[in-house]
C-alpha cells in the first residue's frame, strides 16, 4: 500500500507557473505508474498527464500538451507536474494517484488506479 500527499498548489495569474509534486509512502516506488488527475468545480475528475514507474513513458492530456510535464525521482519518492504556460481553465483540485505495475506502462483512467492523494488546489486568475 501506498499513502500519497500532494504539495505546491495556489493562486497564479494567467500565464504563470506552479510545480506540483506528489510524495508517496512505502518501499518499491519504481513499480508504481503514477498519474496527475484534476477535478474542477461542478465537473467530473479528469486525467492531466501520466507516467510508468520508470519515467520513461508518459501521457498528456490534448488541453495540457506542451504546457504541462510530468516527471518522477524514484530515489526520492516523487513525482512531480510542472505546468507552465496556466491559463484560467486549469483551475481545479489536482490529485495525484497510483497503481501497481510491472511493465512499465502508464494509465490513462480514472478507474486504473488504486490510491489517491487529498488533492491540491490549483487556481489561475485572469
Known amino acids: 500500500q501506498v499513502h500519497l500527499v500532494e504539495s505546491g498548489g495556489g493562486l497564479v495569474e494567467a500565464g504563470g507557473s506552479l510545480r506540483l509534486s506528489c510524495a508517496a509512502s512505502?518501499?518499491?516506488?519504481?513499480?508504481?505508474?503514477m498519474g496527475w488527475f484534476r477535478q474542477a468545480y461542478g465537473k467530473e475528475r479528469e486525467v492531466v498527464a501520466a507516467?510508468?514507474?520508470?519515467?520513461?513513458?508518459?501521457y498528456y492530456a490534448d488541453s495540457v500538451k506542451a504546457r504541462f510535464t510530468i516527471s518522477r525521482d524514484n530515489a526520492k519518492n516523487t513525482v512531480f507536474l510542472q505546468m507552465n504556460s496556466l491559463k484560467p481553465e486549469d483551475t481545479a483540485d489536482y490529485y495525484c494517484?497510483?497503481?501497481?505495475?510491472?511493465?512499465?506502462?502508464?494509465?490513462?483512467?480514472?478507474?486504473?488506479?488504486?490510491?489517491w492523494g487529498q488533492g491540491t488546489q490549483v487556481t489561475v486568475s485572469s
Open positions: 512505502g518501499r518499491m516506488f519504481s513499480i508504481y505508474a
Open positions: 507516467i510508468s514507474g520508470s519515467g520513461v513513458n508518459t
Open positions: 494517484a497510483a497503481r501497481w505495475d510491472f511493465s512499465d506502462l502508464y494509465y490513462a483512467q480514472r478507474y486504473e488506479y488504486d490510491y
